[in-house]
């Protein structure tokens, strides 16, 4: 393990660019991996769970390369093309991959083994294997629906409808891939809307996508099976999830002033930033543009007091990964702040809202779980801090709470930054280059 302690800083000045976005990196792989001809792709997340997913491609038959100059190159195989991997795929800690990847597989005649690191091998699996059993897959797993697993895909894949039980962009995605190589229609109902990125880059790769609502407020995505994917260029956005360490630093910092250049702001996504705005947060949205289909703008953050929140259940989508951060916020902020409906906190690397709940306590704020709400008492102010984080293998609690440090009276050490570099490889020296105090503990 290598622990990391961040201690009080002062006034943070600067403008960064934070990592590609996780999510679109993931699809702008997988996507050009089944296109025809060779996806070019500029500002892919250079981390340790978007490596898996090109490893896993590469096992699979598309050539998938990084070049000297930053971009990547993706030469597809075409929509059904993907080979039989002849070992066994370690997806490591991204379930971004192993659900998705479910997906892709399911629906060609393979057999494909799975597993990855101990936080992955406890994460839920069946949720992904149940509709794409309807489709004529079968998964040989752990108990509780755990990985490693098997999938057999089939040869005579079968279109479905299918209503997620609960809101799942990963789940959706598996059902809307492994629809390309379905014949006729597949769609997947969403009681409540969850980030479109697999929709918008098939587009973008020219796939028949349909997106509508019904009376009941539900959505319906529809993709046409068996389509003419062209590669594509793809410029992947920074990803907003990333960006909140440095912006909600910048809040918590007196006198700050930073800017988070090019950050992916699509509205189901940019729940974080409705948030902060609630609670008297200072960012301003500036060079709002559109690249490669999602909406992408620079977010310039200055210091200053923040107001408590109310934080309803329908919102948690478009933020779910972003609650660590935020509750170091509402730390911090003026009042009671309650963040309902965070069920899937609970099976994401680590049980969040247990780690939020006790890493809060031993840093001096007094934070409760009541059924699938968090509370958190604001102090109004820094808490104490001097504590030390169990991170669990959980890279956003790591660089959550030690944002925390860099505003509280005392230092906050973790005890594992390693784990860092699942999505934000860069991350101490980019928040050090703005005058943040993060180091080796000891």
């Not at 192993?98 to 949720?127: E, F, I, K, N, Y």
């Not at 697993?149 to 209503?163: K, S």
């Not at 702040?337 to 809060?360: H, N, P, W």
């Not at 230092?411 to 993060?438: C, H, K, Q």
Request: hydrophobic share 45%.
């Amino acid at each position: 393990m290598t622990a990391l302690t961040s201690g009080t800083a002062s006034a943070l000045q600067g403008t960064v660019r934070v990592p590609g976005d996780k999510s679109i990196s993931h699809r702008a792989l997988m996507i050009g991996a089944i296109a025809v001809g060779e996806t070019v792709i500029e500002g892919l997340l250079e981390s340790e769970d978007v490596h898996a997913t090109a490893a896993a491609l590469r096992a699979m038959g598309a050539a998938v390369r990084a070049e000297a100059d930053g971009r990547w190159r993706v030469r597809g195989v075409g929509v059904g093309g993907l080979a039989e991997p002849e070992s066994v795929l370690d997806l490591g800690n991204s379930g971004t991959s192993a659900r998705l990847l479910m997906g892709l597989v399911a629906t060609q005649d393979m057999t494909t083994h799975m597993t990855g690191d101990a936080s992955l091998c406890r994460r839920p699996m069946a949720r992904v294997a149940t509709p794409l059993e309807r489709m004529g897959a079968s998964f040989l797993m752990r108990a509780g629906g755990r990985m490693p697993l098997v999938v057999q895909g089939t040869a005579e894949p079968v279109p479905i409808v299918y209503e997620t039980p609960v809101p799942s962009a990963q789940v959706k995605s598996a059902i809307i891939l492994a629809g390309l190589n379905t014949p006729g229609a597949t769609t997947v109902i969403e009681r409540a809307p969850t980030r479109d990125h697999t929709e918008l880059m098939l587009r973008h790769f020219g796939a028949a996508v349909a997106v509508a609502d019904d009376a009941d407020g539900r959505r319906h995505i529809t993709v046409g099976g068996w389509p003419e994917l062209a590669a594509r260029p793809v410029i992947v956005p920074t990803d907003p999830s990333s960006a909140a360490f440095p912006a909600v630093a910048a809040l918590l910092v007196p006198g700050s002033v930073v800017t988070v250049t090019g950050v992916g702001m699509n509205p189901l996504r940019a729940g974080l930033y409705t948030t902060l705005a609630e609670m008297g947060a200072d960012v301003t949205l500036a060079d709002r543009r559109i690249e490669a289909g999602e909406p992408v703008a620079d977010l310039v953050v200055r210091g200053g007091r923040l107001a408590a929140v109310d934080v309803p259940a329908a919102r948690a989508p478009s933020m779910i990964d972003e609650y660590p951060i935020l509750a170091v916020a509402a730390a911090f902020a003026t009042g009671r702040s309650r963040f309902r409906g965070l069920a899937e906190l609970r099976v994401k690397e680590s049980d969040r809202l247990a780690a939020i709940e006790t890493g809060l306590a031993a840093a001096g704020v007094a934070a409760t779980v009541e059924g699938d709400d968090l509370v958190v008492e604001g102090r109004g102010g820094p808490p104490r801090g001097g504590c030390r984080i169990a991170t669990n293998l959980d890279h956003r609690i790591a660089m959550a709470f030690l944002v925390l440090g860099l505003a509280a009276e005392r230092p906050v050490e973790i005890d594992d930054g390693r784990v860092i570099d699942t999505s934000f490889p860069g991350f101490v020296a980019v928040m050090n280059g703005l005058g943040a105090t993060i180091g080796p503990a000891g």
